[in-house]
């Protein structure tokens, strides 16, 4: 039996055991940019933020989960190198000194995305909508135009 690896008891006592419950964080330890700030549930707020990017015919489409955000929240700008720019704020919750927290889990604070656009981009014709806490963000190409061909008689 001792040459049995126990799968069930000890959960997280070693770090060979790849059962283990315990989550490794390899940047736990690195120091943050002060820019960064701290880590903190304050601070953390939504850096993970999730964007899809697809390409069309016709569009760059780009597609933000934020859930519980208001459009009121979220800006979405451009810039003149072609930057596209989605940031936002969720609050913190007010807390009251009567309540108990058993689980924070829920991120807040602010976000920031960028992302260098082609130059077959309509920078004037970006639109944005949101709903249902998704952010979607159209960004239309430039027409290719396909050059006219003309078939060309062999003589001879």
């Known amino acids: 039996m001792a040459m049995i690896p126990s799968f069930f008891g000890n959960r997280g006592s070693s770090i060979f055991d790849p059962f283990s419950l315990d989550v ?10 002060s820019s960064l700030g701290t880590r903190s549930p304050e601070t953390s ?13 016709e569009a760059h489409v780009f597609k933000a989960d934020l859930p ?3 459009k009121e929240e979220v800006k979405v700008e ?11 704020e969720r609050k913190t919750e007010k807390e009251d000194k009567n309540d108990t927290w058993h689980c924070v889990e829920r991120s807040s604070g602010k976000f920031s995305r960028r992302f260098r656009l082609p130059e077959n981009v309509k920078m004037d014709q970006v639109k944005a909508s949101m709903e249902n806490g998704v952010l979607t963000v159209t960004v239309p190409k430039v027409e290719v135009k396909k050059p006219d061909v003309k078939a060309i008689e062999i003589s001879g």
Do not use: Y
């Open 78 to 88: 451009v810039e003149d190198d072609r930057v596209l720019q989605i940031s936002g």
């Open 45 to 57: 707020a939504l850096v993970n933020t999730r964007i899809d990017w697809k390409e069309t015919p």
């Open 24 to 33: 490794w964080d390899p940047f736990k330890d690195f120091p943050l940019p």
């Open 68 to 70: 519980g955000l208001k």
